[in-house]
């Protein structure tokens, strides 16, 4: 047994056996009769020391049909595999054992949040009940889901007091009704959250009780309109729940009346819930009409302390309400100071400057202000940020989300001062969101820009594309595949296709980040009674041109009455083709109904067949071409006997091979296809 510091050694016809451990195959495969390693399902290289590693939805990459980009890869196309450990070295934004989930849940939440995936916020959080299972960034992009009294993106900042607008009038509570007719238990789901069990003889107390417990609701006031238990075989008992301290629109209760195992909880009847106007005999629903916003749109927010400072002009300003126009301990600034000891009522629209100078008043009885474009609270004294569609939302059905437009796209913060957004990485641009560039090149316009190594977009190694022009660019044998990702509009399954942008690498280079370079391929050796790749072209005309193609590269054009060596000069000059013969069965290319044969000597596999481009020609019969052998030889990289250097693209050959010829001789091509004698 031979030792040689830092390689992999072999023996006679032994598989190779790593100096470190004196392990064959280092302990990662099993050696085979052809003196191979055939590794495991967490290794590779022909010595198995190069470890996989974990695989996840692509970010981006190439497509392998129409609509579908995000297939499974290494490190998700986002990280670099350290091949000693099986590791993914993830990008800057980017983090998972597969490099496949978002670093969203900036700063850990604040530690005033929790990270969930979109999955488990609509699982959780939606009002509705909707789901977010079916799409690819189900549990790839995560968000803070934030702890009361938080907001924000990251969940950094207090929010603050929410209260009506006293000086707007006229306005209503929700106040939405039930009605159950059955025997039994049922729930009631309220933004997300599931009461306990609630049995069809609860008081108005236990139901009260019930619904409290989720704590989403704030105070509610609940009558029966007959009876003294919810629910009523007879119907005639129609519950009224009226939400007293949480203003404006709210979402529907939805009754349950099927526990999570399937089992029907209610018999004999069901539970009807009317909202936004709807009737239960003769009673109606009210939807809730009144403002609920931030100091109750008369004072500014503190995001530092979640405090409102109620404006005091024009005298005699604004305080803290009970939430119906007179003072209380809300802290919303909800309650005009009516007292005479400034002149009386409010006269006028907040602001030193009305409108602080960017906005228009309303006038009586409101005194409210219409803000300009570009500027936003009660005295239009703060700068609105620029908005995108939202990288974290709820869905606005099953399985469509990222269609609500939210300062910042809910990727980083606003600066009220400025109207600009701080972005969190990986995000980017004006409002943390794609927007398209004026200049193709500047990447960083994009939200999920292209990576980027030595300060290089795609390590200046290729093109920094979008996924819709990724999907375009793909190429099967050196030939567009004609793929498409996002051209129907509104696919809710393919919302990235202008968001997420990644590298397409130039020839020779390769990687997520186009970083590696591609090593020299060939034939294996230790394989026998293989065949190279034969095709032939018939062709008869009297006159004209023709150009032959292969893997997206064509000729320059030809006589239809060139010579055999014409034609291979020709081939020879494409950058896809490394080495060819080329015989004639008659002497001109196409006359007399010539057949070309054409070997590849230094091309392996099974090839894609040459095109003929044969539209300038005087064709007596259409032109022909097909494969004559199939080639069996492998074009593997290193010749499966080495290792791929990707700094430098250099095989680094098993001890014992060397470069070839392609043809089993000593030879040029740097591939560890050639058997050194053993001696």
């Given at each position: 047994?031979?030792?040689?510091?830092?390689?992999?050694v072999?023996?006679?016809?032994?598989?190779p056996i790593?100096?470190?451990?004196?392990?064959?195959?280092?302990g990662?495969?099993?050696?085979t009769?052809?003196?191979?390693?055939?590794?495991?399902?967490?290794?590779?290289?022909f010595?198995?020391?190069?470890?996989?590693c974990?695989?996840?939805?692509?970010?981006?990459?190439?497509?392998?049909?129409?609509?579908?980009?995000?297939?499974?890869?290494?490190?998700?196309?986002?990280?670099?595999?350290?091949?000693?450990?099986?590791?993914?070295?993830?990008?800057?934004?980017?983090?998972?054992i597969?490099?496949?989930?978002?670093?969203?849940?900036?700063?850990?939440?604040?530690?005033?949040?929790?990270?969930?995936?979109?999955?488990?916020?609509?699982?959780?959080?939606?009002?509705?009940g909707?789901?977010?299972?079916?799409?690819?960034?189900?549990?790839m992009?995560?968000?803070?889901?934030?702890?009361?009294?938080?907001t924000?993106?990251?969940?950094?900042k207090?929010?603050?007091?929410?209260?009506?607008?006293?000086?707007?009038?006229?306005?209503?509570n929700e106040?939405?009704?039930?009605?159950?007719?059955?025997?039994?238990?049922?729930?009631?789901?309220?933004?997300?959250?599931?009461?306990?069990?609630?049995?069809?003889?609860?008081?108005?107390?236990?139901?009260?009780?019930?619904?409290?417990?989720?704590?989403?609701?704030?105070?509610?006031?609940?009558?029966?309109?007959?009876?003294?238990?919810?629910?009523?075989?007879?119907?005639?008992?129609?519950?009224?729940?009226?939400?007293?301290s949480?203003f404006?629109?709210?979402?529907?209760?939805i009754?349950?009346?099927?526990?999570?195992?399937?089992?029907?909880?209610?018999?004999?009847?069901?539970?009807t819930i009317a909202?936004?106007?709807?009737?239960?005999g003769?009673?109606?629903?009210?939807?809730?009409?009144?403002?609920?916003?931030?100091?109750?749109?008369?004072?500014y927010?503190?995001?530092?302390?979640?405090?409102?400072?109620?404006y005091?002009?024009?005298?005699?300003?604004?305080?803290?309400?009970?939430?119906?126009?007179?003072?209380?301990?809300?802290?919303?600034?909800?309650?005009?100071?009516?007292?005479?000891?400034?002149?009386?009522?409010?006269?006028?629209?907040?602001?030193?400057?009305?409108?602080?100078g960017?906005?228009?008043?309303?006038?009586?009885?409101?005194?409210?202000?219409r803000?300009?474009?570009?500027?936003?609270?009660?005295?239009?004294?703060?700068?609105?940020?620029?908005?995108?569609?939202?990288?974290?939302?709820?869905?606005?059905?099953?399985?469509?989300?990222?269609?609500?437009?939210?300062q910042?796209?809910?990727?980083?913060?606003?600066d009220?001062?400025?109207?600009?957004?701080?972005?969190?990485?990986?995000?980017?641009?004006?409002?943390?969101?794609?927007?398209?560039?004026?200049?193709?090149?500047?990447?960083?316009?994009?939200?999920?820009?292209?990576?980027?190594?030595?300060?290089?977009?795609?390590?200046?190694?290729?093109?920094?594309?979008?996924?819709?022009?990724?999907?375009m660019?793909?190429?099967?044998?050196?030939?567009?595949?004609?793929?498409?990702?996002?051209?129907?509009?509104?696919?809710?399954?393919?919302?990235?296709?202008?968001?997420?942008?990644?590298?397409?690498?130039?020839?020779?280079?390769?990687?997520?980040?186009?970083?590696?370079r591609?090593?020299?391929?060939?034939?294996?050796?230790?394989?026998?009674g293989?065949?190279?790749?034969?095709?032939?072209?018939?062709?008869?005309?009297?006159?004209?041109?023709?150009?032959?193609?292969?893997?997206?590269?064509?000729?320059?054009?030809?006589?239809?009455?060139?010579?055999?060596?014409?034609?291979?000069?020709?081939?020879?000059?494409?950058p896809?083709i490394?080495?060819?013969?080329?015989?004639?069965?008659?002497?001109?290319?196409?006359?007399?109904?010539?057949?070309?044969?054409?070997?590849?000597?230094?091309?392996?596999?099974?090839?894609?067949?040459l095109?003929?481009?044969?539209?300038?020609?005087?064709?007596?019969?259409?032109?022909?071409?097909?494969?004559?052998?199939?080639g069996?030889?492998?074009?593997?990289?290193?010749?499966?006997?080495?290792?791929?250097?990707?700094?430098?693209?250099?095989?680094s050959?098993?001890?014992?091979?060397?470069?070839?010829?392609?043809?089993?001789?000593?030879?040029?091509?740097q591939?560890?296809?050639?058997v050194?004698?053993?001696?």
């Amino acid at each position: 047994m031979l030792w040689v510091a830092g390689l992999v050694v072999l023996v006679g016809a032994s598989c190779p056996i790593a100096p470190s451990s004196g392990r064959v195959c280092n302990g990662h495969g099993r050696c085979t009769i052809l003196s191979e390693c055939e590794c495991d399902a967490i290794s590779s290289g022909f010595d198995c020391s190069q470890m996989l590693c974990p695989r996840g939805l692509a970010w981006a990459g190439d497509a392998i049909g129409v609509d579908q980009i995000h297939v499974p890869v290494e490190c998700s196309n986002r990280g670099t595999c350290d091949r000693a450990h099986g590791k993914c070295v993830c990008d800057v934004g980017f983090t998972g054992i597969a490099c496949d989930k978002l670093v969203a849940c900036f700063s850990e939440c604040s530690h005033s949040g929790t990270c969930v995936t979109m999955m488990e916020y609509a699982e959780n959080n939606s009002p509705y009940g909707y789901t977010y299972t079916n799409v690819w960034d189900s549990t790839m992009i995560r968000g803070c889901v934030c702890d009361a009294g938080a907001t924000e993106a990251d969940c950094s900042k207090q929010a603050c007091p929410m209260g009506d607008d006293p000086m707007t009038t006229g306005q209503m509570n929700e106040k939405q009704l039930l009605r159950c007719t059955g025997t039994g238990t049922f729930q009631l789901q309220f933004k997300g959250k599931t009461t306990r069990l609630i049995p069809s003889t609860a008081s108005v107390s236990d139901l009260m009780s019930s619904i409290l417990a989720l704590g989403a609701t704030g105070a509610l006031s609940i009558t029966f309109s007959t009876g003294n238990q919810v629910c009523l075989a007879s119907g005639q008992n129609i519950v009224s729940i009226e939400f007293i301290s949480n203003f404006g629109p709210q979402p529907p209760y939805i009754a349950q009346m099927v526990n999570s195992q399937g089992v029907l909880q209610l018999t004999g009847g069901t539970v009807t819930i009317a909202t936004a106007g709807g009737t239960l005999g003769v009673y109606s629903s009210v939807a809730g009409t009144k403002e609920y916003v931030p100091c109750s749109n008369r004072g500014y927010c503190s995001s530092m302390t979640g405090v409102c400072s109620c404006y005091l002009y024009p005298m005699p300003g604004f305080r803290s309400s009970n939430g119906y126009g007179a003072v209380g301990i809300r802290g919303d600034c909800g309650a005009p100071d009516n007292t005479n000891y400034y002149g009386g009522p409010i006269k006028g629209c907040p602001g030193y400057l009305p409108c602080s100078g960017h906005g228009v008043c309303s006038g009586s009885p409101a005194f409210a202000c219409r803000c300009a474009a570009g500027w936003t609270s009660g005295d239009c004294s703060l700068r609105t940020c620029p908005k995108g569609y939202s990288w974290f939302n709820l869905p606005a059905s099953s399985n469509i989300a990222h269609q609500m437009l939210q300062q910042c796209s809910n990727a980083g913060t606003c600066d009220p001062t400025t109207g600009e957004c701080t972005c969190f990485p990986p995000f980017m641009g004006p409002a943390c969101e794609f927007r398209k560039p004026k200049i193709s090149t500047n990447f960083r316009q994009h939200i999920v820009k292209c990576p980027i190594v030595s300060e290089r977009v795609c390590s200046g190694h290729g093109v920094c594309l979008t996924l819709s022009e990724l999907a375009m660019a793909t190429t099967i044998d050196g030939v567009s595949a004609g793929f498409s990702y996002g051209a129907t509009p509104n696919n809710p399954l393919t919302w990235d296709a202008l968001k997420i942008k990644g590298c397409k690498c130039d020839p020779g280079f390769f990687g997520y980040d186009c970083n590696f370079r591609k090593c020299p391929t060939g034939d294996d050796p230790s394989t026998m009674g293989q065949m190279n790749a034969v095709q032939q072209i018939t062709c008869r005309a009297t006159g004209g041109v023709f150009q032959l193609g292969f893997r997206g590269e064509y000729s320059d054009y030809l006589p239809f009455d060139s010579d055999a060596d014409d034609v291979q000069d020709a081939l020879l000059n494409l950058p896809t083709i490394h080495g060819i013969d080329v015989q004639f069965t008659q002497l001109g290319a196409c006359i007399n109904g010539n057949t070309m044969t054409i070997t590849f000597t230094q091309d392996f596999g099974n090839l894609p067949l040459l095109q003929f481009v044969g539209s300038s020609l005087s064709l007596v019969v259409p032109s022909t071409v097909s494969t004559l052998v199939r080639g069996t030889k492998e074009d593997a990289v290193c010749s499966n006997h080495g290792t791929c250097d990707t700094t430098t693209g250099i095989c680094s050959c098993g001890l014992g091979y060397t470069s070839s010829d392609g043809n089993g001789k000593p030879g040029t091509r740097q591939d560890c296809g050639y058997v050194k004698p053993f001696h």
